[in-house]
């Protein structure tokens, strides 16, 4: 998970507090307008709830690859951004690399022992495809990061 975005939602539940206790129970003699309403409802509706989710997604990512039947890289660190993606796309996964070692990351997923019922092929240099049944799981690392997306095989 980011730390950055732990830090973020920490920031906006604390100013969440702060306008709730100023703007609602100390009640100010000016008349702010909607201010007030419109700022905690923008938090409180949108932006903590969202944050909240990004961290959940990054959090459960790692999980979700496990659930595909894949072993975890171990030089695999923490998921970066937001998973994107449903039921009806495909899915996308990002993470930071902690060894920094592309090259292996790739040829980790190349081995049947690492895919469970995967059936990896390479078509290029830096990416695998895996695939089982209709489904395909490209593999993919650049720059200290390694990509996973799942969608739909040819």
């Known amino acids: 998970m ?4 732990i830090y973020l939602l920490l ?6 507090a702060f306008l709730y206790l100023y703007f609602v129970r100390h009640r100010p003699e000016e008349n702010l307008g909607g201010l007030a309403t419109a700022s905690l ?3 409180v ?3 903590i ?3 909240a989710w990004v961290l959940y997604q990054q959090a459960s990512a790692k999980g979700r690859l496990t659930e595909l039947g894949l072993d975890i890289y171990p030089g695999l660190g923490s998921s970066v951004g937001v998973s994107t993606g449903g039921p009806l796309s495909q899915n996308t996964w990002v993470f930071r690399l902690d060894d920094g070692n ?6 980790y997923y190349e ?3 690492n895919t469970g019922e995967w059936i990896a092929s390479s078509d290029s240099p830096g990416i695998v495809v895996l695939r089982k049944g209709n489904q395909q ?17 040819d």
């Open 111 to 113: 081995q049947t022992a």
């Open 11 to 16: 920031f906006l539940l604390i100013g969440a």
């Open 45 to 47: 509706g949108l932006l």
């Open 102 to 107: 592309e090259p292996a990351f790739v040829r």
């Open 137 to 153: 799981l490209i593999v993919a690392a650049r720059k200290d990061t390694g990509i996973f997306v799942l969608g739909e095989g």
């Open 41 to 43: 409802v923008i938090l």
């Open 2 to 5: 980011s730390l950055t975005l």
């Open 49 to 51: 709830p969202f944050t």
